[in-house]
């Protein structure tokens, strides 16, 4: 489970933008908490369109994108997700989209930094519409050599990646890191951003999806259905483990001495740990032990999806999508993520006519 904190949902002071606040738009809605996409999402015309406040704009969004914390915002699981700000018996806001590209329809008073018909990505509430409350500290002018499509894969896997290998991992030069998950939304972006780094790359992932991790730049790769990532008496200097369940234990078997361990989530299903519990036991051994063994909940912020548009726009950074679902289709989309056969990045085209 990778879930980046959310900005504060409850807003009971609005300002209603001039000629926005009567129109209607068509979005996915769910009224209540669920793990069946099919059974919680709706797709619905003539919902109302977002009401932002003097600090916010509303974005009109050309493309969404699904990632693992997708299904745990939709399914309020594990239960501290909903203290976290999603909503304790039932979802605040109206659909578990977050990680968008789009164009900015209209801006609060108070709102400086962009401007109308400025094309942005970045965070937002609701994001699975054709309209986005989204506040400027979490949005960046978008790459000018990408799609809005390409670019809406990248905010919320983009940033985890960033700075797991940035912040957690302290990658350098030279370094030998190994990347779980390397076909994953977080490892496309993780493996590419180690690289650019200087690391030498080695990517987990199963076989149907050697060949994308090779093509993102992977020096090495281990099919886990085939080989162990210790096999032979490996170490690595980096553990880039991203939302997998492997125990500490084999972890810390491939990890050098004085090894870094960076673990992105976790998934196990639990009700209320989720996961987390693996993390939680890092971070008590950690001061314990010559490794270091970190955890983190990665920041949407502007200034980090500025260094992501830097790394894309000088082709160090590539968004891998596998493909594309129409808005009406987001349940499918996270179901088809949720099943593990997605390479790279899943995203929701919002190309319906206004």
């Known amino acids: 489970m990778s879930i980046s904190s959310p900005a504060p949902p409850?807003?009971?002071?609005?300002?209603?933008?001039?000629?926005?606040?009567?129109?209607?738009?068509?979005?996915?809605?769910?009224?209540e908490y669920g793990p069946a996409a099919q059974d919680v999402l709706r797709f619905e015309e003539g919902v109302a369109r977002p009401e932002i406040a003097a600090g916010d704009v509303l974005v009109r969004v050309r493309a969404a994108s699904v990632d693992r914390g997708t299904w745990h915002i939709m399914a309020g699981l594990p239960y501290p997700i909903r203290l976290a700000g999603f909503g304790l018996r039932a979802p605040k806001p109206l659909n578990p989209g977050r990680s968008f590209a789009g164009t900015i329809e209209s801006v609060?008073?108070?709102?400086?930094?962009?401007?109308?018909?400025?094309?942005?990505?970045?965070?937002?509430?609701?994001?699975?519409?054709?309209?986005a409350c989204a506040q400027p500290?979490?949005?960046?002018p978008m790459p000018a050599n990408l799609s809005f499509e390409s670019a809406a894969a990248v905010p919320v896997s983009g940033l985890t990646a960033l700075q797991a290998v940035r912040d957690q991992g302290q990658v350098r030069a030279g370094q030998h890191v190994l990347v779980i998950g390397a076909s994953g939304g977080v490892g496309?972006?993780?493996l590419q951003i180690a690289k650019g780094l200087g690391a030498e790359i080695t990517g987990v992932c199963s076989?149907?999806?050697?060949?994308?991790?090779?093509?993102?730049?992977?020096?090495?790769?281990?099919?886990?259905?085939?080989e162990d990532i210790a096999a032979g008496g490996r170490r690595?200097?980096?553990?880039?483990?991203?939302?997998?369940?492997?125990?500490?234990?084999?972890?810390?078997?491939a990890l050098a001495p004085r090894g870094r361990l960076v673990l992105v989530g976790g998934e196990t299903g639990g009700r209320w740990l989720g996961g987390s519990e693996r993390s939680i036991r890092a971070l008590l051994l950690s001061p314990l032990v010559r490794q270091k063994l970190a955890t983190f909940i990665a920041s949407e912020n502007a200034a980090d999806l500025l260094v992501l548009r830097d790394l894309i726009e000088a082709g160090t950074l590539t968004a891998a999508v596998e493909r594309t679902y129409p808005l009406s289709e987001v349940a499918a989309a996270i179901d088809h993520l949720q099943d593990g056969h997605a390479r790279g990045k899943i995203v929701i085209t919002v190309d319906r006519p206004l």
């Open 10 to 31: 409850d807003r009971t002071t609005q300002a209603k933008p001039a000629g926005t606040a009567a129109r209607s738009m068509a979005a996915i809605v769910q009224a």
């Open 236 to 253: 690595y200097d980096v553990i880039l483990d991203t939302g997998g369940n492997r125990r500490l234990s084999e972890l810390r078997r």
């Open 108 to 131: 609060g008073a108070d709102v400086q930094e962009l401007g109308v018909g400025d094309d942005v990505f970045g965070t937002g509430e609701g994001a699975f519409a054709q309209f």
């Open 188 to 190: 496309t972006f993780a």
């Open 137 to 140: 500290g979490r949005l960046a």
């Open 207 to 226: 076989t149907a999806k050697v060949d994308l991790v090779r093509a993102l730049g992977a020096d090495h790769v281990v099919d886990y259905t085939r």
